[in-house]
């Protein structure tokens, strides 16, 4: 009996410094829009990056591809910002490793998205020189420039 009671109780906190009708009124307004909401009820979809099985367990259809070890952390960005549900695989059996996206049909336009960004990403690392090699070219002009004597000696004078 007393829990048939508790389930039926509302609780409506409203300020009581400056109770108005108005207050009052707003208060009850969103309390009806917070029960129209449905908002007891928990949606355990998970958003983003997670498991192949959690994938699979939608039941909406997965399609994949291939992506190099290079641009992980960028294609997840990507997918990320246009959110998309995905999940990661490595493929150990090949040398070197290659990595899969696994993403979910429902989000095609989204996928196709993900996919034409990402590959002007790599185009755009592919065709930029490495910092490490345009350093080491540097280095190698510095090498060949005559170098000065310097000698300081400094003189201690008391």
Known sequence: MQEEVEEKTVRLAVSTIQLSARALIAGIRLHM????????????HIVGKQSIDELLKQNQG??????????IRK????????????????????????YTAFFKAKDMDA???????????????KEKPSVI?????FIEIAKKQPQKNINRAQEMTR
């Open 33 to 44: 829009h917070h029960k129209d909401m449905k908002i007891w009820k928990h949606d355990d």
């Open 62 to 71: 997965v399609s994949s591809m291939e992506i190099g070890d290079v641009g």
């Open 133 to 137: 090699k345009k350093l080491q070219k």
């Open 75 to 98: 294609f997840e960005r990507i997918a990320k910002k246009y959110g998309v549900d995905f999940a990661i695989m490595k493929n150990k059996q090949v040398d070197p490793p290659v």
């Open 111 to 125: 996928m196709e998205a993900v996919v034409n960004e990402y590959s002007l990403k790599m185009m755009k690392m």
